[in-house]
């Protein structure tokens, strides 16, 4: 089975803190690649597309290295709304492209 | 727009009984799929669509069939319904799963408990 591996936390980290999250993944011909967010009972949704260049949306940093078959993402300047567990997602390298989810990492940001 | 509507949000069984669950989308997505989340699991792609008239199965299709007649709609359907059964099922869509970095529409999610 073609995995997608993450540390499922928790992360507990006060208000203000930087905390980076990292993923790797099996399968060398993965193309496209990931971070969502799930709320607790709710359903995932997109934080962000991880290029091969990184990229960067606000205090949110993903970075991406083939070689290693690696994902990161980094949270800066952390927020109470920021708690959520996060998802990361690449998908099977197959012709329909489906997605392979890994179980996430729980984040929980303190007062 | 509504986007991705699953229903129904809660359901009970019990073990043996069939029961369908209706996913919908207004988006003119061609591609359709179901994933059941479990504890300590991540989502597993139980079937997908690319289109209407076009199924296909996931990583965990047993014990499940569905249906695209038409674009909007992709049901999906419990057989005989068992406790390994017990999950939160999501549908999800997107316009067109052959391009690269496509966001997934994921509907509120059904929690299904057979007892």
């Known amino acids: 089975r073609k995995e997608v591996e993450q540390d499922p936390g928790p992360f507990n980290v006060p208000e203000g803190a930087t905390v980076a999250f990292n993923c790797t993944y099996s399968?060398?011909?993965?193309?496209?690649f990931f971070w969502y967010r799930q709320d607790c009972r709710k359903e995932p949704k997109l934080l962000m597309s991880v290029y091969s260049s990184g990229n960067e949306d606000g205090r949110f940093t993903a970075q991406l290295n083939r070689a290693s078959q690696y994902i990161s993402l980094l949270i800066r300047d952390s927020k109470l709304s920021d708690s959520a567990t996060y998802l990361c997602v690449v998908n099977d390298g197959g012709s329909q492209g489906n997605l392979i989810f890994g179980k996430g990492t729980k984040l929980s940001v303190k007062p | 727009n509504a986007g991705v509507t699953q229903t129904p949000k809660f359901q009970v069984l019990k073990t043996g009984q069939s029961m369908t669950l209706q996913c919908a989308q207004d988006m003119n997505h061609e591609y359709m799929s179901w994933y059941r989340q479990d504890p300590g699991m991540g989502l597993r792609l139980i079937h997908y669509?690319?289109?209407?008239?076009?199924?296909d199965q996931g990583e965990v299709p047993n014990g499940y069939n569905v249906s695209r007649s038409t674009t909007e709609d992709f049901p999906l359907r419990l057989l005989s319904a068992a406790p390994s059964q017990t999950s939160v099922y999501f549908c999800a869509s997107t316009w067109d799963r052959e391009s690269t970095n496509e966001k997934l529409f994921f509907g509120s999610g059904t929690q299904l408990s057979v007892l």
């Open positions: 399968n060398s011909a993965s193309q496209s």
């Open positions: 669509s690319v289109g209407a008239g076009i199924t």
